[in-house]
């Protein structure tokens, strides 16, 4: 697996999407009698690869950019399946005209998405950018456009896997482009959790790379200590016996099991995974373990007693999910006795080792109907948290009670670097709450096996002082956070998938003095876990994010600046609280502020460039 899971699973989604929006079909002239309300970009576009990354600079996106040699392609698609770019990741161009009759409204372009970034120009201007794969976006090119013909020119960068615009792309009347971020289940309510599951704070350990022994016992040894941290749920990456057919690295990946009722004899037996539960419940604390059930390793007993459980090719060969992933080979959910094997299973972690619930891998590859079902079968024995490795809103209606938000985590480098405006949050949360069934709880995190692993470290790739800010925010903006064993001293090594790579952990606990305080916070109180989100408006909102987090019982005013230098900081209160005086406790160091009754904006003085203040409200 030499790239990301995240980046793999937005393949298999791509070419779904592909061959979903395929059977669209508008001729050219379809497309320019139509008003100009409503025009579909799909079928016909030009297409250059960029690998050198030159064309920026060489000024393709200008309409006097010579675009003879650029291929014609179909859009939506994925461009892995574009003749010889089975492989290509990084920049590729696309570039199509269009005419308007009139332009006599404000118009913006609608992508259903782009994978992963992106840059686009209309008639040589830049409107807008994207970050992130699979989100929709539009972007305003009323400024741009004009009567006759129009150029539009996309600049997809592709971090791995399929790389394209894999959706449909439409010119709509701005006023339409609410309604179309709309998603199909925005008008759904979210599966009611337990309160464990809504309170909870997420621990991630890697038990190979989480202590020298790389065992259970060790893991266990630690479990106060984690209490103490504020951890109320572990989450252990896959324990099951790892596949020798095939495996990758000297150790094998994790995700390639070979045995789905036993535990990885390097982390120890059976009883030592059974004393290693009990511990973690006597400190009132839950268990969840990742289900790999995508697919397995070559070697598990499936793939001979029940062949015809896996994917096949034309020859009738079992195959993998993708050509990375050349470890492991790809299950077929079309068989019930397939079901109906790993449901059992399922329960048995459950009912007899009495696990707390699952992490589902790629759990976009598995049909969502079979969550929905052993959701139910699980739920019967006693109530588990199920997470979702996916960012799919229906999950949420029945299945999972939590999804990755790969939205936040991809907005971190922009913000943190500046090529992104705080008030870009304001643009993610939108459209998250305009997709996703009410009540919906995304999983937030710095970083994570995947991110660690293939991207870079957490406290790498943001510094010290963005990684501090980012904690804050994953702590406090609605969600559950997710901390990655190692985090809480910085670690600033790749835990290597396939090796054993340990954690350093004689170095300073900073991130976990102040992961401690968040954790706290959101323990004590109900404004982080039951209470709404309102944005405060500050006198610097390209660089200060602050907002008011706030339930029946408590306030929490938190203000964050992404700019690397010193913000004065006034904060216009609402309404609500700027009739009475207001008592502010900064929940790191106890000083206190009182904003006197009347007082529409009050001053927090200066805040340092990448700090954060955190206040309640008494």
Known sequence: MVLGRHFQRATRNSLGLCLLFSTVALSNQTEQENTPVQVVFDQKWLFKIDPEQIGTNEKWFSPDSDRTGWDSVRVPGSWEVYAGMERYDGHGWFAKQFHLNSVDTRLSIHFGGVDDDAIIWVNGIEVGTHDGYSEPFAVDVSKAVHSGENLLIVRVVDHGGGGGIYSSVTLVDSDLVPNLLKGAFHDKKARESADWVRDAVIYEVYVRSFSKDGTFRALEQRIPELKELGVTVLWLMPIHPVGLVGRKGSLGSPYAVRDYHDVNPEFGTMDDFRSLVNAIHAQGMKLII???????????????????????????????????????????????????????????????????????????????????????????????????????????????DLTYSWNIYDALGPLLSGAKPASF??????????????????????????KNAWDAPAVTKFGLDGLKLATVLVNTIPGIPLIYAGEEVGNDKRLDLFEKVEVDWSKPRTIGALSHTLFSLRRDGTALTRGT????????????????????????????????????????????LAGKAVRLVDVFNEKVQTIPAGTPTASFGMIEGLGFRVFRIQ
Not at 320 to 342: C, F, H, I, K, T
Not at 425 to 450: V, Y
Not at 543 to 551: G, H, K, P, Q
Request: negative net charge; proline residues 4%.
């Open 425 to 450: 949050l304001d643009m993610i949360l939108q459209s998250e709450s305009l997709r996703f069934p009410q009540g919906s709880q995304r999983l937030r995190f710095n970083t994570n096996h995947d």
């Open 290 to 400: 990742d289900l790999v059930i995508n697919h397995t390793a070559w070697d598990n007993q499936l793939i001979t007693e029940h062949p015809d459980w896996y994917t096949k090719d034309s020859a009738g060969n079992i195959i993998p999910p993708n050509s990375d992933w050349s470890d492991v080979a790809d299950l077929d959910y079309s068989n019930q006795g397939l079901r109906e094997w790993m449901s059992d299973m399922m329960e048995f972690w459950v009912r007899d080792v009495h696990i707390d619930g699952y992490r589902c891998d790629v759990a976009e590859l598995v049909p969502t109907d079979f969550w929905e079902d052993i959701r139910k079968r699980l739920e019967g024995i006693k109530p588990v948290m199920m997470l979702s490795e996916g960012s799919l809103p229906e999950h949420h209606v029945s299945a999972f």
């Open 533 to 576: 989100m309102t944005r405060l408006e500050t006198q610097a909102d390209s660089d200060l994010y602050a907002f008011l987090r706030s339930s029946d019982k408590e306030s929490i005013i938190v203000v964050l600046n992404f700019s690397r230098e010193k913000r004065e900081c006034n904060l216009r209160f609402p309404e609500a």
